[in-house]
């Protein structure tokens, strides 16, 4: 069964770069699938934030246009990881960020199948 | 950027009614790429539906989804008592996706 896990520091200082880790296990990070991050304000909805292609030695990124300057998605394939970094953080960013895998429909790698618990990191001085 | 409204906002139902919970998007979901999740509070979201109307592994019977183009609905037949919970849609295209704003399906 794939399990995922978030880990990360729990509070952050607005400016700073937030860097989060997800480990992926029960299963390949290189099997041609593509992987994601989504976070939650504390009661609000849910917002993607970017997703990483890995395959052998290739990888693509894709990030939400509304973070792109500030956010860098990245693989380790030899710890089986794949990690955000975000950066000039404010309070608007405090959110449970949850890691998962998309799922392949057809030719499209279009929903997430399998989520990690998600991680809240609150940005605060 | 797609983006997709979900109505209502809040819905107030008894045990054993059923729901329809809507998903509106402001242009045109190709290949009906769109899917439903779950989600209870304190809990990660749980897929339902993808393709718009193929249940994932493991869901009930009783979720269903329908729809095309700009207008995809999730039914939930005979709630169950574990079934009230926040959903939302989302859809993908063009290597972004986008969520939903949600629906709240509560006792009544």
């Known amino acids: 069964q794939l399990q995922l896990q978030e880990s990360g520091p729990g509070l952050v200082k607005p400016s700073e770069t937030l860097s989060l880790t997800c480990t992926v296990s029960?299963?390949?990070?290189?099997?041609?699938?593509?992987w994601g991050w989504i976070r939650q304000p504390p009661g609000k909805g849910l917002e993607w934030i970017g997703a990483i292609y890995y395959s052998g030695n290739t990888y693509s990124t894709y990030y939400n246009p509304s973070l792109t300057s500030r956010l860098t998605i990245s693989v380790d394939s030899s710890n089986s990881q794949f990690s955000l970094k975000l950066s000039f953080l404010t309070a608007a960013d405090t959110a449970v960020y949850y890691c998962?895998?998309?799922?392949?429909?057809?030719?499209?790698?279009?929903?997430?199948?399998?989520w990690g618990r998600g991680t809240l990191v609150t940005v605060s001085s | 950027e797609i983006v997709l409204t979900q109505s209502p906002g809040t819905l107030s139902l008894s045990p054993g009614e059923g729901a329809t919970l809507s998903c509106r998007a402001s242009q045109n979901v190709r290949n009906n790429n769109l899917a439903w999740y779950q989600q209870k509070p304190g809990q990660a979201p749980r897929l339902l539906i993808y393709?718009?109307?193929s249940r994932a592994t493991g869901i009930p019977d009783r979720f269903s989804g329908s729809g095309s183009g700009t207008d995809f609905t999730l039914t939930i037949n005979r709630l169950e008592p574990e079934d009230f919970a926040v959903y939302y849609c989302q859809q993908y295209g063009s290597f972004t996706w986008t969520f939903g704003q949600g629906t709240k399906v509560e006792i009544k």
């Open positions: 998962a895998r998309l799922g392949r429909n057809g030719g499209s790698y279009s929903y997430f199948d399998y």
């Open positions: 029960g299963g390949s990070l290189s099997s041609s699938y593509y």
């Open positions: 393709g718009a109307s």
